[in-house]
């Protein structure tokens, strides 16, 4: 894949946002959050003005509600990305694309979902496969820079009986990294259908990033058409040469915010511990639910 052509991945200009924020003495934040929140805002469709995501109270809950907790496992404080946001709507100020009334406003939407965030990643309701198993991961002390220690794991935890997984699935709540399930939840379970749901959060999740991946390239070959250059090797042939290479780039950077490898991995290697169902799956258990009534 020549990606100069292709440009799937957002270039960020997280260097350029700190060395501001440095320049101006302000609170650091970290490099991974800001390339994260960068990246997500730009394949979220956030408008653009000289490379620099334009916020507004739309774009903010979008990214804050709606997309983080589907991609992201910090190890740290998850206020970081409020933070993140905060600070980008203070580079926006300082670009005069904000007024003050604008940026006071901004800035007390971005602390509020920023805090919500930091719920939504602990709600189990709300996991995808590769940040539940990160979680995992991260539990049992493995090194996640080391794939074949990952590979090793997950060798392990396929051998465990189906009860024993759900047990460890449970004991996340129990060592603080998830809240304890309420309401109907709570009475299901990690049973069946709460793995259900999160294969699905998960297929959806992924899909979602790759269609903002597809239109970033887009947008991108547009120039290139413009200029008459030839069309990258992946879009003279076959369409799903170019799907496929949307893929592997949706499933590294997923990889990126969680533990590299391991959505692939799961994919690829261990589907039979990160069911994703598709239709007939689906039916198969709504049908057995209504035997069962």
């Known amino acids: 894949m020549d990606d100069e052509d292709l440009q799937l991945i957002p270039r960020t200009r997280a260097g350029s946002l700190l060395a501001w924020a440095d320049a101006e003495a302000l609170p650091p934040v970290p490099e991974e959050a800001v390339q994260q929140v960068l990246t997500l805002l730009e394949l979220g469709g956030a408008p653009l003005h000289d490379g620099w995501p334009e916020l507004g109270s739309a774009v903010v809950e979008q990214l804050l509600h709606e997309r983080l907790h589907l991609y992201v496992q910090p190890e740290g404080d998850p206020g970081v990305y409020g933070e993140t946001v905060r600070l980008l709507i203070d580079h926006q100020r300082a670009a005069r694309r904000l007024n003050a009334k604008r940026q006071e406003r901004l800035h007390a939407e971005a602390e509020w979902q920023g805090e919500l965030l930091g719920t939504l990643l602990r709600r189990p309701q709300l996991l995808t496969w590769p940040r539940l198993y990160t979680l995992l991961l991260r539990a049992d002390g493995v090194d996640t820079a080391d794939t074949d220690a990952v590979r090793a794991w997950l060798d392990g935890f396929r051998a465990l009986e189906p009860e024993d997984r759900a047990a460890a699935y449970a004991a996340l709540v129990d060592g603080g990294a998830l809240d304890p399930m309420t309401g109907a939840d709570a009475a299901l379970g990690w049973g069946e259908a709460h793995l259900l749901s999160i294969g699905m959060a998960t297929d959806g999740a992924r899909r979602l990033l790759e269609y903002g991946l597809m239109q970033r390239s887009y947008r991108n070959l547009a120039a290139l058409t413009a200029q008459g250059e030839p069309m990258p090797y992946e879009l003279r042939g076959e369409f799903e040469d170019f799907e496929q290479v949307?893929?592997?780039?949706?499933?590294?950077?997923?990889?990126?915010?969680?533990?590299?490898?391991?959505p692939a991995l799961l994919l690829t290697d261990y589907p039979d511990l990160a069911p994703e169902p598709g239709t007939a799956e689906l039916e198969a258990y709504a049908a057995a639910r209504q035997e069962e009534q």
Do not use: K, S
């Open 246 to 262: 949307v893929a592997d780039v949706a499933l590294w950077l997923c990889g990126q915010w969680t533990v590299p490898g391991l």
